[in-house]
């Protein structure tokens, strides 16, 4: 049974830095994709980042690349989102995604972890 488990989410002031952090389990190797998406209250899921088996990263809001990292260490089964400069605007539930490949529409994604908040507020 894959488990996708986030951690690393909390209260931030403007301008801060979070790191988020999934873990996977269940996965029987090491051939799938995974990432972050992230839902604003009132707002539809958005897609951040992904990372694809072979290490290709793709980021899905130009405007957050600049800000927002991903990285991906198989030896842990863990994927990691730097976040640096964060707004108000960016506070939501941020969700880890994991499937066979990495998908825009969160509709395709087969796993989901329970979420983390981050909140940006001074």
């Known amino acids: 049974q894959v488990q996708l488990v986030e951690s690393g989410g909390g209260l931030v002031q403007p301008g801060g830095s979070l790191r988020l952090s999934c873990a996977a389990s269940g996965f029987t190797s090491d051939y799938y994709a995974i990432g972050w998406f992230r839902q604003a209250p009132g707002k539809e899921r958005e897609g951040i980042s992904c990372?694809?088996?072979?290490?290709?990263?793709?980021y899905y809001v130009p405007s957050l690349k600049g800000r927002f990292t991903l990285s991906r260490d198989n030896s842990k089964n863990t994927v990691y989102l730097q976040m640096n400069g964060l707004k108000p605007e960016d506070t939501a539930v941020y969700y880890c995604?994991?499937?066979?490949?990495?998908?825009?529409?969160?509709?395709?994604?087969?796993?989901w972890g329970q979420g983390t908040q981050v909140t940006v507020s001074s």
């Open positions: 995604v994991a499937d066979s490949r990495c998908w825009v529409s969160p509709g395709e994604y087969d796993y």
């Open positions: 990372a694809s088996s072979d290490g290709d990263i793709t």
